[in-house]
């Protein structure tokens, strides 16, 4: 068997990692396996080294990207990086490159291609990111192609896939241009048959599962939920709400006290810290955060490490395990050669 040796850079608590390492091609011959990993966040760097790399705690590096010293990192066949959404998400003020913060960290991930070469790489970001800035995204583009890679660039929607979430993800793929290897995008319709209503995703969590506690409500916040339909947010429930209960606020973002509708997969399950976009059950209660990653399809087995809070950002930061999965297990089969369905797609390179 051919191991790849997998790095990451801002690895979250290890949602990419989860579902790469369980992958292998069909024939068996051709799989991953953890060489290290960069994030800085302590809690999701905890996170990470328990799930993934318990034995191995000095390959998980905690620190700003700014100050790692990647060419100390060791070298790696394939990379990984989910290079932060914030200057490039609608959600956030949009500036894309521009943004001093923020808008640099992808050229981390250039680094790394530049110095190890890798076989391939995966970079994961919001579908903003095709908007932001005046032409950021070609620029990220070009960039990772003169570094040496063919690029597979496409929009995954995670409904699509069997994961029960409209999460909405540009995934690129690039694979080092002196390999007879070609990625093709996976056909969402093998998946169709999957089913991912809310209900489905939420049943039979073990009683024992870590990160399962429930969140104490107010009476006013319960009282509020009680006006709210599943599958509603409060914006579609004021009109019949008591006037104490409206939220005063001019941002109406969709998700603020939104239910899940049972029936339905859930919205997008974020890291965002604003009032009320933490997640709602068809009852009148939030999520737990183990309920959050059981949407996130997380094994219920995964122990999230640090307070109640920062649980529920690393979840809502993460990849979903499954759709990694699928994506991976599709690189190590082109890598074998190995025919699957797929289809052409969906975003001009």
């Not at 290890?14 to 051709?30: I, P």
């Not at 990086?81 to 998400?89: A, E, I, K, R």
């Not at 309920?291 to 999230?304: K, L, S």
């Not at 395990?321 to 890598?335: K, M, P, Q």
Request: glycine share 8%; charged share 25%.
């Amino acid at each position: 068997m051919t191991i790849f040796k997998l790095g990451e850079l801002f690895s979250g608590p290890g949602g990419l990692a989860c579902g790469a390492l369980q992958s292998q091609s069909d024939d068996g011959a051709y799989s991953l396996e953890h060489a290290w990993a960069n994030d800085y966040d302590a809690d999701t760097c905890s996170t990470y080294i328990r799930n993934i790399c318990p034995n191995r705690p000095e390959t998980v590096h905690l620190g700003d990207v700014k100050e790692l010293d990647i060419e100390s990192l060791g070298e790696i066949d394939a990379f990984a990086y989910g290079f932060p959404c914030n200057s490039f998400s609608t959600i956030g003020k949009h500036k894309g490159i521009a943004n001093e913060k923020y808008g640099q960290l992808y050229w981390y991930g250039i680094k790394v291609l530049r110095y190890y070469k890798p076989k391939f790489f995966i970079a994961e970001n919001v579908s903003g990111i095709r908007s932001a800035g005046s032409n950021d995204f070609q620029v990220i583009l070009n960039d990772m192609r003169e570094s040496g890679y063919r690029l597979n660039v496409n929009l995954y929607k995670a409904e699509k896939y069997g994961i029960p979430q409209t999460r909405h993800r540009v995934i690129i793929v690039g694979i080092r241009e002196d390999l007879d290897v070609v990625y093709r995008v996976p056909d969402p319709a093998q998946f169709h048959d999957i089913d991912i209503s809310s209900r489905t995703a939420l049943h039979n969590i073990p009683v024992d599962a870590p990160n399962n506690e429930i969140r104490q409500l107010s009476e006013k916040v319960i009282r509020r939920l009680n006006y709210i339909a599943p599958g509603e947010n409060v914006w579609q429930a004021e009109a019949n709400m008591p006037e104490e209960l409206h939220i005063k606020t001019k941002t109406k973002i969709s998700q603020i006290y939104r239910k899940l509708d049972p029936d339905k997969p859930s919205y997008t399950i974020t890291a965002a810290g604003g009032g009320g976009t933490y997640g709602y059950h068809w009852t009148n209660r939030e999520l737990t955060n183990r309920e959050r990653a059981r949407i996130q399809t997380f094994p219920d087995n995964y122990e999230f490490v640090g307070k109640y809070a920062s649980v529920r950002k690393q979840i809502g930061m993460a990849v979903p395990c499954r759709l990694s999965e699928i994506v991976t297990t599709a690189i190590l089969n082109s890598f074998a050669g190995i025919d699957y369905p797929w289809v052409e797609p969906n975003l001009q390179e």
